[in-house]
Nanobody, 130 residues
Framework: QVQLVESGGGLVQAGGSLKLSCEAS????????MAWFRQVPGKEREFVAA??????????ADSVKDRFTISRDNAQNTVYLNLQMSRLKPEDTAVYYC?????????????????????WGRGTQVTVSS
């Protein structure tokens, strides 16, 4: 059974840090691009960061560049996707989701489009107070 389970969310003051983790299991996700998205009520899901299966290529939304770092660990049966978030701002408040795209399996490729991701976690809430 495919499962993507996020963890690490919580309440933090502006300027603080959090590390989100996502455990993806149930099939071999080692050779597929993964990403983090976020969503606030009433708005569309927003791209945050993506990483190719090899980890060699990453991309960030302009709003989080130089503050967030995406990484992954391709273990044998599980992929661990991380998002290190620093210098957090109140506008970073959202539910954060991890996702896997089966259409992007090259060493350096990924997509930033939510509709091109096939598996999603249930999300973890991040709240940044001012």
């Amino acid at each position: 059974q495919v499962q993507l389970v996020e963890s690490g969310g919580g309440l933090v003051q502006a300027g603080g840090s959090l590390k989100l983790s996502c455990e993806a299991s149930g099939r071999n996700f080692n050779e597929y691009a993964m990403a983090w998205f976020r969503q606030v009520p009433g708005k569309e899901r927003e791209f945050v960061a993506a990483i190719s299966w090899s980890g060699a290529n990453t991309r960030y939304a302009d709003s989080v560049k130089d503050r967030f770092t995406i990484s992954r660990d391709n273990a044998q049966n599980t992929v661990y996707l991380n998002l290190q978030m620093s210098r957090l701002k109140p506008e970073d408040t959202a539910v954060y989701y991890c996702a896997v795209s089966l259409g992007y399996s090259g060493s350096y490729i990924f997509t930033t489009k939510a509709h091109e991701y096939d598996y999603w976690g249930r999300g973890t809430q991040v709240t940044v107070s001012s």
